[in-house]
């Protein structure tokens, strides 16, 4: 049998626990080495929409409105990853959370910062050195396809890490219309957080050969 080297530049994993086979939360010491290994080896870790042991994220099934509400999903996971602690013992981890839009983290973010004070902030929570917010925008990049409100926002979410994609060749993508969409979304932005949400942060990350 002839072995073949691969070289990985990024995982993808579920966006909530394995419940099934490890009944433990992504903040337990139980992944810690996983964790490590990811930050060892720069790998971005993509988390994408209702992928998991569970179905709908492990919530309440809305029928219809699950596809609206997925981003709840995805909140719960990045409030674990953050008070648990995970983000503060690896700061080298990179998140995608894949396909949940961008336009809820502002207020996600403000929200998750006042109830970080409510709960006695890094006072109470030694185990962490930064407001929620920051842990985000250190750890955590995003993607979007046709989600004007997160352009609007970008400054609130961070021009960084937000990042394009089409979803091609999924009924939902954007394929063949692709170009028409982004010139849409990006009216009157300068071309310099154009270029960073449309190439470069993807390309980062991944090592991709773009200039950037």
């Given at each position: 049998?002839?072995?073949?080297a691969?070289?990985l530049?990024?995982?993808?994993?579920p966006?909530?626990?394995?419940a099934v086979?490890?009944?433990?939360?992504y903040?337990?010491?139980?992944?810690?080495?996983?964790?490590?290994a990811a930050?060892?080896?720069?790998l971005?870790?993509?988390m994408?929409?209702f992928t998991?042991?569970?179905s709908n994220h492990?919530l309440?099934?809305w029928?219809v409105?699950?596809?609206t509400?997925?981003?709840?999903?995805?909140?719960?996971v990045?409030l674990?990853?953050v008070?648990g602690?995970t983000v503060?013992k690896?700061p080298?981890l990179?998140?995608?959370?894949?396909e949940f839009?961008a336009?809820?983290i502002p207020y996600f973010?403000?929200?998750?910062?006042w109830?970080?004070?409510?709960?006695?902030?890094?006072?109470q929570?030694?185990h962490?050195s930064m407001?929620?917010?920051?842990?985000?925008?250190?750890?955590?990049?995003?993607?979007?396809?046709?989600d004007e409100m997160?352009?609007?926002?970008?400054?609130?979410i961070?021009?960084?890490?937000i990042?394009?994609?089409?979803?091609?060749?999924?009924?939902?993508?954007?394929?063949?219309?692709s170009?028409q969409t982004i010139?849409?979304?990006?009216?009157?932005?300068?071309?310099?957080?154009?270029?960073?949400i449309?190439?470069?942060?993807a390309?980062?990350?991944?090592?991709?050969?773009?200039?950037?």
């Open positions: 049998m002839r072995m073949v691969v070289a530049t990024g995982a993808c994993y966006t909530l626990r394995p086979v490890y009944p433990k939360p903040s337990d010491a139980f992944y810690d080495k996983f964790w490590a930050q060892e080896y720069n971005p870790l993509a994408h929409i998991g042991a569970t492990d309440p099934n029928g409105h699950n596809y509400l997925a981003h709840v999903g995805i909140a719960r990045i674990d990853l008070w602690g503060e690896f080298g990179r998140f995608m959370p894949t839009d336009g809820w973010n403000q929200r998750n910062d109830n970080f004070a409510r709960e006695g902030g890094l006072r929570n030694k962490l407001l929620p917010s920051e842990y985000w925008k250190r750890n955590f990049r995003v993607t979007i396809e046709d997160s352009i609007r926002c970008r400054d609130l961070g021009v960084e890490n990042m394009w994609g089409n979803d091609y060749p999924h009924h939902d993508g954007l394929f063949p219309e170009q010139d849409k979304m990006f009216q009157g932005v300068p071309a310099e957080d154009r270029y960073k449309t190439v470069s942060n390309c980062k990350p991944y090592g991709l050969p773009f200039e950037y």
